[in-house]
């Protein structure tokens, strides 16, 4: 059928949800607590949008309405692995506190201002600039240019 076998590909989603001047990050059950935006993996079956929403709600208890696509990352692993990520721009959806208990996903979740994020042990140094680069303005793609198409399509706005 091909030339050549398809290289194994996988996708993620990580989304920034922003208040006002506030940013919810996630506290991760990992050895070392860090902190982090919520995201994961994509499903079998779901679309990049649903994922974003239904990571958002297990790590964060938190509904979401999303604003835009922030950039899509491509990382090639080896010769035969490749790793997709997409970030969202989201908004709540109301004012749902984020969750405070513990479960399997992660240990909480709360908002931040940007001066707080330095007292943070955050899992990706990328965090803290890409959250400061989206408060002094960083251009955001429409969630439009993210065509969807295929079995679900539940969550697409």
Same mark, same amino acid.
């Given at each position: ?28 059950? =990992? &050895? ?5 935006? @919520? ?8 679309? *990049?949008? +649903? #994922? ?36 969202? =721009? &989201? ?5 749902? @506190? ?8 992660? *240990?909480? +979740? #709360? ?47």
């Amino acid at each position: 059928m091909f030339a050549r076998d398809p290289i194994p590909s996988y996708f993620f989603v990580w989304v920034v949800v922003r208040r006002a001047d506030e940013f919810l990050l996630v506290q991760e059950n =990992l &050895a070392d607590n860090p902190w982090f935006l @919520p995201a994961g993996m994509v499903e079998p079956g779901e679309s *990049l949008i +649903a #994922a974003a929403h239904r990571e958002t709600m297990e790590e964060a208890g938190i509904a979401i309405r999303l604003e835009g696509i922030i950039e899509v990352r491509q990382q090639v692993y080896a010769p035969d692995i490749m790793r997709i990520q997409v970030l969202f =721009l &989201a908004l709540p959806l109301d004012d749902t @506190p984020p969750k405070s208990t513990p479960d399997e996903h992660t *240990l909480r +979740a #709360a908002w931040f201002k940007l001066d707080e994020l330095t007292q943070l042990h955050h899992r990706s140094a990328r965090i803290p600039e890409l959250l400061a680069e989206l408060a002094a303005g960083r251009p955001v793609y429409p969630p439009e240019v993210l065509v969807s198409r295929g079995l679900e399509e539940e969550h697409e706005e």
